[in-house]
């Protein structure tokens, strides 16, 4: 009793670490939450909690049935509705003298430019993409208000802080592809084979592993974009039992649904029931829901006949190109097999995989393993069925186990340590203690010092980052004679470089436009090769978003690309090495987009070219490894300026000052509102078992 009670007393004569007058203080300072997911939803309840009462959150997304299990701020009742409107009504009722406004919108719109955000004392990023997170980067920079950057991927956490000419800024330092995506898209519309390994991975739970509501493989009734209710036109043109997702069955409601295990176990795991009732009759139902496929090509039911002919068995055979691929001319596992032959595969590996279920004994569970042969012949097997259905290119099993191991869960407790640290680090900032700010990142286990959270202190701007070095400049390698005026603007500005409405012009002497933001301006110039207007190796473009407040020059280095690099993603590539930078002549060095420091050189993304950060903690170098990918990003900090480069000084620059002295904003730059709208979507917060950071 007396150790309890000496215990009470010491805490309740503790000095507070934060006086009432500093907590009162934050009652007056405007902040804005860009994103109301998973961690925005425990970051919002913070900052109200906190005594905040000025609020303003933006979110483009709605609620999905698969948000509830961690986004507390949402319930069943308001799946469909906006994230934004939703978190702003149910964090009202904490504290209704609050102040919160609610924007259901793109947080690229051009209604959010600049002046928008100098209104804030503080920006707090708790977005699931990287389009988006550049570009409030970008604005933060530009409008000079401090950002608070988060991630979380799993376990693993970040929490950094971003000042203009003080710290690193968000796009200092490259980061690899996403690989999130949201459950709908995965359960009804897939449209890259990821899309189809995920939900071949989430089948294997069903049937053999530890089976998870959010796992769900059958077709996705609260889909938003579905019309709510299965087609009529469809429904009557099939038997309920071709409409069936359950026990040889139903697949809309009044139905006795069981767990797809308990079905499977029922049937005996029957290979041709499973088949044909996720392969033709899960299909046959997608069909139904009529508002899926106005704008898609509709996929198309296995034909539960097919076997693999004598040939088929002997090797493997590209869907796409039906170029027959001998087991002799390639290595097994690089081969991409039929669709006949994945059935084949499908019904052994279920063999195999019962088999080593049944030897486990009653009630045990199998666990996905890339490096067992069964599970990556039942993975790859299931992938390519589905993808062949739904008109997507077939992968080999080699392909399918790279990308099928990066697959990462999102974890609620994650989103709320990582919600809380960024409310203490916003403290610091809003009572005047950035110096005491630091990098936080949320460790896998404990360090020698028995902490799972690691500090760091805040990292210089990188001189060479092409968003907030003195001169921005980066080099862009590509096929000049097979890259057009309108590609090289979706997919190097808009795509690679993250611009959202640029204005580029050659260093040609004469301020030739070549991209112009402001509508049919330069249209004519779309299907034209760069070749066509003298652009080659060593051309320099001069880049400018009049949105981002951005200046960029562009070095163009041309190579000559085979035909199979021109149909992916290879096509394009930022990097190549820069020449030397100069010694910069303060007398004529006007306000820059970043750092003013006399090192600034042009960037170099050849050093930057590492797809996974090791941050070691002095006293374990095995604390963090953090793979920084979209929503699995744990977050790098920066800083920097964003304003007119004195080298920009031509057509663009007098372009600029005409927007800028009020002229109206063109059409084009009025429909942005929907230009992140995919990415946004695309790498909406999930809990199907997917690579999830922040939402």
Not at 64 to 79: A, D, G, I, P, T
Not at 200 to 229: C, I, M, R, Y
Not at 410 to 426: H, K, P, S, Y
Not at 544 to 550: A, E, G, I, K, S
């Amino acid at each position: 009793f007396y150790t309890e009670y000496t215990t009470v007393m010491a805490a309740t004569t503790m000095e507070p670490i934060f006086t009432n007058e500093s907590l009162n203080s934050l009652a007056e300072k405007k902040v804005l939450v860009v994103g109301a997911g998973g961690i925005g939803c425990e970051l919002l309840k913070n900052l109200v909690l906190s005594g905040f009462k000025n609020i303003d959150i933006i979110d483009l997304d709605t609620i999905e049935l698969s948000n509830l299990n961690r986004q507390f701020l949402f319930q069943r009742q308001h799946v469909g509705r906006p994230k934004a409107v939703v978190a702003k009504e149910s964090v009202q009722r904490f504290n209704p003298e609050a102040s919160l406004t609610a924007y259901h919108d793109s947080i690229t719109n051009p209604e959010y430019g600049v002046d928008y955000f100098k209104q804030f004392d503080l920006v707090m990023n708790a977005l699931d993409n990287r389009a988006a997170r550049n570009h409030v980067n970008r604005m933060c920079l530009a409008s000079d208000v401090p950002l608070v950057e988060s991630g979380s991927a799993g376990y693993l956490g970040q929490v950094d802080v971003i000042k203009k000419g003080e710290t690193e800024c968000y796009e200092c330092h490259p980061k690899p592809t996403a690989k999130t995506y949201p459950g709908c898209t995965i359960r009804n519309t897939p449209s890259e084979p990821i899309h189809c390994i995920v939900w071949a991975k989430h089948l294997f739970n069903q049937l053999f592993g530890a089976a998870d509501a959010d796992d769900e493989v059958s077709p996705d009734t609260e889909d938003p974009e579905a019309s709510g209710e299965p087609g009529t036109s469809r429904i009557h043109d099939h038997s309920n039992k071709d409409l069936r997702p359950g026990d040889e069955g139903a697949a809309t409601g009044g139905v006795n649904r069981t767990s797809t295990k308990e079905w499977a176990m029922g049937t005996g795991y029957d290979s041709d029931k499973i088949i044909k009732k996720l392969f033709h009759d899960d299909i046959k139902y997608l069909l139904s829901m009529d508002n899926l496929w106005k704008s898609r090509t509709p996929p198309k039911p296995l034909d539960i006949n097919l076997t693999p002919s004598p040939t088929e068995s002997e090797g493997a055979t590209s869907t796409h190109n039906n170029d027959k691929i001998s087991e002799g001319s390639a290595l097994p596992d690089q081969s991409v097999w039929s669709v006949a032959q994945c059935v084949d595969k499908f019904r052994s590996s279920i063999t195999q995989l019962k088999k080593e279920l049944e030897g486990l004994g009653t009630g045990a569970e199998l666990c996905w393993d890339k490096d067992n042969s069964p599970c990556m012949d039942f993975t790859t097997s299931a992938a390519n069925i589905r993808c062949s259905i739904f008109t997507i290119q077939q992968k080999s099993k080699f392909d399918v186990k790279s990308m099928a191991g990066n697959i990462i869960p999102a974890i609620a407790t994650t989103n709320a340590v990582i919600a809380g640290l960024i409310v203490m680090e916003a403290f610091k900032i809003l009572t005047g203690n950035f110096h005491k700010c630091q990098t936080t990142y949320l460790t896998r286990r404990p360090n020698s010092k028995k902490m799972l959270l690691a500090r760091g202190k805040l990292v210089t701007p990188n001189p060479a980052c092409y968003v907030c070095s003195l001169k921005p400049e980066v080099c862009v390698t590509l096929d000049t004679n097979a890259t057009t005026v309108q590609i090289f603007e979706e997919k190097v500005l808009k795509g690679l470089l993250n611009m959202v409405a640029p204005d580029v012009e050659i260093d040609d002497g004469k301020g030739t436009i070549l991209i112009s933001s402001e509508e049919g301006e330069t249209e004519d110039n779309n299907d034209k090769p760069l070749s066509e207007f003298n652009i080659r190796n060593g051309t320099r473009l001069k880049a400018d978003d009049f949105l981002q407040n951005y200046n960029l020059v562009i070095n163009i280095q041309h190579l000559d690309r085979v035909e199979s690099d021109r149909e992916n993603d290879r096509m394009f590539e930022v990097t190549g090495e820069r020449s030397e930078p100069k010694p910069l002549d303060t007398a004529k060095t006007a306000q820059s987009n970043g750092n003013m420091s006399a090192d600034a050189q042009p960037s170099t993304s050849h050093q930057h070219e590492t797809g996974i950060n090791e941050i070691k903690d002095d006293d374990d170098d095995d604390d963090i490894k953090i793979i920084e990918d979209e929503e699995t990003e744990c977050v790098e900090a920066g800083a920097g300026d964003a304003g007119p480069l004195p080298s920009t000084e031509s057509t663009t620059a007098s372009r600029r000052k005409r927007k800028a002295d009020g002229e109206p904003v063109s059409a084009k730059k009025q429909k942005l509102s929907d230009v992140d709208k995919d990415n946004d979507s695309a790498m909406a917060d999930s809990t199907d078992d997917l690579m999830v950071v922040s939402s």
